[in-house]
């Protein structure tokens, strides 16, 4: 397994519970070595159900936030267009931090930190070949990417690279809101509150213990600051609260307050995106499926994750028949997937704002 995000760890929980041995390469020094993102909602049948084959949801209910479901709509003018609050018993999607999530997932699994992987060959005699950034290569029966949008493995099976949306996201966070940021701790609630303008949006959500995160989400080149130093905190400030000039006081004050600056460009992979299968090597999560982050990517890739390790536990002498239809059960699921959140990027971050109203009212409806 390469890769100890949500889906190879999923995968490796899944094979440790039915007894199978399974080695977790990281190129990470530790698990601490980067922040470890925001919060995800994990849906009952998919990332929640994936935890069930692992034996974890009793541990996940303990650790999410179902509050956290909740959901403010604002015009950048700050009128409340929408404010929806989940029912007290209301677990369809409840939030979890990533942090919270990987420790979970972690558990007794032995990940070997600090392998980072270069590529793999296939078609060994002794199976796949992995090589190290160290030089060093070990060959391994099935090699799984889940190594993400820019995964090492993936050139293995396909030549297709990620490309840029045209969408940009800037994240920045604020820390101990309720005491710090009293009036913007009420705005954003037990969830998240999120301004939609033309082409543009600003969306703040709750973490656990005080923290938020910021998201200011536009349309742009993805050059876009290469006038700005993108470590000058102060100077990507300044350009953000130009981007979004005449927006309501509030609302900017969550970019004003931010600490730091991180540039996300939102990059995806064809929506349809299939390879013609190699024994020994197979690809999970981002790496084979790369979709707009609009709450779906995590989840499947963690039920990717379960799906194979239960098939290749079913099959141990020679798994490679039932990875062949892992992955086309996979692609159909992904693919369906993919066009729903390509789609509602383009209605998030429209020229009409009124798209995205709709697009809530559609979800909140349904």
């Known amino acids: ?64 936030r179902p509050e956290g479901q909740a959901m403010r709509v604002l015009a950048p003018d700050g009128t409340v267009l929408r404010d929806w609050r989940p029912r007290p018993d209301d677990l369809a999607n409840p939030e979890i931090d990533r942090r919270h999530l990987r420790d979970l997932l ?23 070949l992995v090589h190290f950034a160290d030089g060093r290569q070990e060959a391994f029966d099935l090699v799984v990417g889940a190594d993400g949008a820019w995964s090492r493995v993936r050139p293995a099976l396909s030549p297709v690279t990620p490309h840029y949306t045209g969408v940009t996201s800037v994240e920045t ?81 969550l970019l004003r307050h931010g600490a730091a600056f991180v540039h996300r460009p939102f990059h ?25 982050p609009l709450g779906a990517g995590a989840n499947l890739a963690m039920l990717d994750g379960a799906e194979l390790a239960e098939a290749v536990a079913a099959a141990p002498g020679d798994p490679d028949e039932a990875v062949r239809a892992f992955e086309e059960q996979m692609w159909a699921r992904a693919g369906k997937w993919a066009a729903i959140t390509t789609a509602g990027l383009e209605r998030l971050v429209s020229p009409d704002p009124a798209a995205a109203l709709a697009l809530f009212d559609q979800v909140h409806d349904g």
């Open 1 to 64: 397994m390469v890769g100890s995000g949500p889906a190879g760890l999923t995968f490796a929980r899944v094979l440790h519970r039915h007894g199978h041995p399974v080695t977790v390469l990281e190129r990470d020094p530790s698990p601490d070595a980067r922040p470890p993102g925001g919060t995800l909602d994990l849906h009952e049948g998919l990332g929640q159900r994936a935890l069930d084959r692992a034996g974890l949801l009793a541990g996940f209910q303990a650790l999410s």
């Open 268 to 292: 995806t992979l064809p929506v349809s995106h299939t390879w013609t299968h190699v024994p020994g090597v197979t690809l999970l999560g981002d790496a084979a499926h790369l979709m707009p």
């Open 173 to 253: 966070s604020l820390d101990d809101v309720d005491v710090r940021h009293p009036g913007l701790a009420r705005l954003i609630g037990d969830g998240s509150v999120a301004a939609y303008g033309a082409n543009r949006s600003v969306v703040a959500q709750r973490n656990s213990g005080g923290h938020v995160k910021v998201y200011a989400k536009f349309r742009a080149p993805l050059d876009w600051h290469a006038d700005v130093d993108p470590a000058d905190a102060e100077a990507v400030r300044a350009s953000l609260l130009t981007l979004f000039d005449g927006w309501a006081a509030p609302v900017l004050d």
């Open 106 to 128: 972690l558990g007794p699994l032995d990940v070997q930190w600090g392998r980072g992987v270069t590529r793999v060959t296939p078609g060994g005699r002794d199976g796949a």
